[in-house]
């Protein structure tokens, strides 16, 4: 398919090949497969946009496997109660914009899973250029975990927490695992700045645990000054 849109829930795998290369799923959709993957774009499928779309309620709502250099993106969807929300393999990967839990009762096992070996051919290299910006990933009992020596562009997402990412706290803060403060930093300070719909720009400023600076403009035009310090060598 090109397109594949409308009202009503599919159950049952949504699967993209290199046939479907160019296709969008639209908004308005709810996927949902019970003990399977709910959307799979697989290796040789370039260019595939899951745009505004609900996939919950299964193993692992989406699963990104176009290959090197092949790309996806994932934009403005909500994705909950899966047991992987969004499984990560390989291929140039764009995911911004999406809640990812969300919410008490909604959030998904792993919010975001890169694992360390291929689970369809362990011979393959699980190796994604990934880019995750501007998510709700909160609620979940890990935000993301990353088991490759990969790095990822993790930054702008909101963890359940003013603080970032940590331990489980009851109100929507989760862990994330394999990330290292510099891939997730800076991040959002509330939920209104990230999502489909953000109204807000509210992100962490300031030095880090790791002794970086971080800076945030805003959506114009910035003017940024710095001084020397002489004790702080980042």
């Given at each position: 398919f090109r397109s594949l849109n409308?009202?009503?829930?599919?159950?049952?795998?949504?699967?993209?090949?290199?046939?479907?290369?160019?296709?969008?799923?639209?908004?308005?959709?709810?996927?949902?497969?019970?003990?399977?993957?709910?959307?799979?774009?697989?290796?040789?499928?370039?260019?595939?946009?899951?745009?505004?779309?609900?996939?919950?309620?299964?193993?692992?709502?989406?699963?990104?496997?176009?290959?090197?250099?092949?790309?996806?993106?994932?934009?403005?969807?909500?994705?909950?109660?899966?047991?992987?929300?969004?499984?990560?393999?390989?291929?140039?990967?764009?995911?911004?914009?999406?809640?990812?839990?969300?919410?008490?009762?909604?959030?998904?096992?792993?919010?975001?899973?890169?694992?360390?070996?291929?689970?369809?051919?362990?011979?393959?290299?699980?190796?994604?250029?990934?880019?995750?910006?501007?998510?709700?990933?909160?609620?979940?009992?890990?935000?993301?975990q990353n088991a490759t020596s990969m790095d990822t562009t993790s930054i702008l997402n909101w963890w359940g927490n003013v603080g970032g990412p940590g331990a489980v706290d009851g109100v929507g803060r989760n862990p994330i695992v394999g990330v290292s403060l510099d891939d997730y930093t800076p991040y959002a300070l509330d939920t209104t700045t990230v999502g489909p719909s953000p109204t807000t720009f509210n992100f962490f400023n300031g030095t880090g645990t790791d002794g970086n600076v971080y800076v945030t403009g805003t959506l114009g035009q910035d003017t940024i000054s710095a001084t020397v310090d002489a004790s702080n060598a980042n």
């Open positions: 409308g009202t009503g829930t599919i159950i049952g795998p949504v699967i993209v090949t290199s046939a479907g290369s160019g296709s969008t799923i639209d908004p308005g959709l709810t996927l949902t497969n019970p003990g399977g993957t709910a959307i799979d774009v697989q290796a040789g499928a370039n260019n595939v946009s899951i745009v505004g779309v609900t996939v919950t309620g299964s193993s692992i709502g989406i699963l990104l496997e176009p290959g090197s250099c092949n790309r996806a993106s994932v934009t403005g969807d909500t994705i909950t109660n899966n047991s992987e929300g969004l499984v990560a393999l390989n291929g140039d990967l764009t995911v911004t914009g999406n809640v990812i839990g969300g919410s008490s009762g909604a959030g998904n096992n792993y919010g975001v899973f890169i694992p360390a070996t291929n689970p369809n051919n362990s011979s393959l290299a699980v190796d994604p250029l990934l880019t995750l910006e501007g998510n709700n990933i909160s609620w979940n009992t890990t935000g993301m």
